[in-house]
Nanobody
Framework: VQLQASGGGLVQAGDSLRLSCAASGRTSSNYVMGWFRRAPGKEREVVGR???????FYADSVKDRFTISRDDARITVYLQMNNLKPEDTAVYYC????????????WGQGTLVTVSS
């Protein structure tokens, strides 16, 4: 599976942005799709994930502001980010793993989100 993340950019605090993660040629249905981010000078952290049955999980830092969803074709996974804060500035990555697995096997290339104050 090849993943292509897109949608990053420069926004102001309080703005919204939607990131996309397209799985090339395959449905994302069979995978747990995760979003991660790495802020400058920090380690990568989990943002959230969506399971094949569309259950979602979010990190406390983004809960109630970010939403993960899939398109009807179940090829693209979205990360809707609302009320962005400067501390959300990071390179965002999407990744996929089998539901029974513990490691994310497939990774997208990352897309930069910069939130100015």
């Amino acid at each position: 599976v090849q993943l292509q993340a897109s949608g990053g950019g420069l926004v102001q605090a309080g703005d919204s942005l939607r990131l996309s993660c397209a799985a090339s040629g395959r449905t994302s249905s069979n995978y747990v799709m995760g979003w991660f981010r790495r802020a400058p000078g920090k380690e990568r952290e989990v943002v959230g994930r969506i399971t094949p049955s569309d259950n979602t999980f979010y990190a406390d830092s983004v809960k109630d502001r970010f939403t993960i969803s899939r398109d009807d074709a179940r090829i693209t996974v979205y990360l809707q980010m609302n009320n962005l804060k400067p501390e959300d500035t990071a390179v965002y990555y999407c990744a996929a793993r089998y539901e029974g697995g513990s490691e994310y096997t497939y990774w997208g290339q990352g897309t930069l989100v910069t939130v100015s104050s």
